[in-house]
């Protein structure tokens, strides 16, 4: 099995969604070990820009026109990422809320790799899904506590599972669970810790179905600091 590992936090040892994703694959590991783990920190890879030519290269690529020798140097490492999407069979992605949103690396890596005719088809009406990644888990890691009711509810404030969830499912995530691990940098540390402890328990839960072949799989909720959903079925 060949499972894409997405770290989006410049904060090494010290991530909240570093560390949970990586005790995840670390189970997921322990009982299947055949596992062949691909890490991309998109802070690590040296990510081009996505400049000029490379959108120069992003519009001729679906023209099929010549590309000039830097639209095709940067095309090249294009497409050397998207393979990297190609060849997954299960995605697991941890990411920080930066802004409400997504750190801006991970939304260049999206830029970068978010091709047509490569993640997704698009006819001009229709978007349809290029990837067969059966299984996705996201894990969304916040410092505040976003709920319903008070004055910072997720339908309000929350542009980073919204768009990374339908983002993974646009280009051809099949069955994606999210993890929203909120309160992670609270006044409090204990109530973090807390939190964080939550989060991994919930991902723990989360292995025997990632690994099973079958859709199937138990969901669970784990109160409202740390609550996992299929995201179809989100509560808006
Ligand atoms: C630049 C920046 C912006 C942030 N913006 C938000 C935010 O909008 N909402 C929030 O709840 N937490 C925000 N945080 C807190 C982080 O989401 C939180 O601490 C998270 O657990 C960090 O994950 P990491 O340890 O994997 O980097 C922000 C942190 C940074 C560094």
């Not at 888990?137 to 505040?144: D, E, L």
């Amino acid at each position: 099995m060949k499972l894409l590992e997405i770290q989006s936090s410049p904060r090494g040892e010290s991530s909240d969604s570093i560390t949970l994703t990586k005790s995840f694959i670390e189970a997921c590991k322990s009982d299947n070990g055949s596992i062949v783990v691909d890490t991309l920190n998109v802070w690590h890879e040296r990510l081009p820009e996505f400049d000029y030519e490379a959108i120069g290269a992003k519009y001729k690529a679906v023209k099929h026109e010549t590309m000039t020798e830097a639209e095709s140097n940067v095309w090249e490492r294009i497409l050397s990422l998207i393979k990297r999407f190609q060849n997954a069979d299960r995605i697991v992605l941890g990411t920080p809320m930066w802004n409400f949103s997504l750190p801006y690396k991970l939304k260049q890596l999206i830029d970068l790799v978010a091709q047509r005719n490569y993640l997704f088809t698009y006819d001009g009406k229709q978007y349809g899904p290029l990837l067969h990644v059966k299984k996705a888990i996201v894990v969304y890691t916040r410092g505040s506590c976003y709920l319903e009711g008070t004055p910072i509810p997720p339908s309000r404030f929350d542009y980073q599972a919204t768009y990374l969830d339908f983002w993974l499912q646009l280009i051809g995530v099949r069955d994606l669970r999210s993890v929203i691990v909120d309160n992670a940098w609270n006044r409090d540390p204990r109530e973090s810790e807390v939190s964080l402890a939550k989060g991994k328990t919930t991902l723990e839960r989360l292995v025997e179905w990632f690994l099973n072949e079958s859709r199937r799989g138990k969901d669970e909720s784990n109160g409202s600091r740390t609550s996992i959903h299929k995201s179809k079925e989100r509560q808006k």
